[in-house]
């Protein structure tokens, strides 16, 4: 995990594993929605501001910034990257579970908590 988050933010190896232990909740939508250190770079965390659909308020929480930052990289590393018609549904559906499954948290997806939006 350590070298997709440096991968993605082109920190030192050293701060991508501090930060795999403690990430903010802006640390982990910067990384989460990086896919590379350009990105990473150019987005702050106001412009990462929720401003669309409603989600889990657990993604505000800086307790579980951490987890999350690691369930997103362990699904990523599971069911790739995405980009393909549907690809969310089968991300967030496996970021469910294994925050589940290995953390013993209920987290809910943006699709189950808007159910009037359309995700692709």
């Not at 350009?38 to 579980?64: I, L, N, S």
């Not at 549907?86 to 809910?108: M, N, P, Q, S, T």
């Amino acid at each position: 995990m350590g070298e997709e988050v440096q991968r993605r933010t082109g920190l030192s190896p050293d701060v991508c594993r501090k930060t795999l232990h403690r990430a903010t909740v802006g640390e982990y939508r910067q990384i989460v929605a990086a896919r590379n250190h350009e990105e990473y770079h150019t987005r702050t965390c106001d412009t990462m501001k929720q401003c669309g659909p409603r989600h889990d308020p657990m993604e505000d929480d800086p307790a579980f910034a951490t987890i999350l930052l690691r369930a997103s990289l362990e699904a990523e590393r599971e069911v790739g990257a995405g980009g393909d018609y549907g690809h969310c549904f089968v991300f967030w559906e496996c970021k469910k579970r294994i925050l589940h499954d290995r953390y013993g948290i209920a987290w809910c997806h943006e699709a189950e908590l808007n159910p009037d939006w359309e995700f692709d």
